[in-house]
Nanobody
Framework: VQLQASGGGLVQAGGSLRLSCAAS????????MGWYRQAPGKQRELVAA???????NYTDSVKARFTISRDNAENTVYLQMASLKPEDTAVYYC??????????????WGKGTLVTVSS
């Protein structure tokens, strides 16, 4: 599975950005797609994820501000970010998970895209 992310940039606090991530390759096996982020000096953390069936999961700090969506026909996942805060500044990574028997998942990562929120 290959992932191509786009959409990062510089935005003022309170603004919006949309990230996109297109998957290619063995996409039939992708179960979950999502976004992680890593701020300077911090560990990478899950931002949001969506299953093939549309079940979503968000980290608490972005709930009600970010929306993840998935277009299975286009094999693309989107992250609509609104009401951005300086603490959202990070490198955002697209992630895809495929089943890894017997009970795990294998992770695939796209290149990060930088989101910078100025105060």
């Amino acid at each position: 599975v290959q992932l191509q992310a786009s959409g990062g940039g510089l935005v003022q606090a309170g603004g919006s950005l949309r990230l996109s991530c297109a998957a290619s390759g063995s996409i039939f096996s992708v179960a979950v797609m999502g976004w992680y982020r890593q701020a300077p000096g911090k560990q990478r953390e899950l931002v949001a994820a969506v299953s093939r069936g549309g079940i979503t999961n968000y980290t608490d700090s972005v709930k009600a501000r970010f929306t993840i969506s998935r277009d299975n026909a286009e094999n693309t996942v989107y992250l609509q970010m609104a009401s951005l805060k300086p603490e959202d500044t990070a490198v955002y990574y697209c992630n895809a998970k495929t089943p890894w028997p017997p009970a795990g998942f294998k992770d695939y990562w796209g290149k990060g895209t930088l989101v910078t929120v100025s105060s």
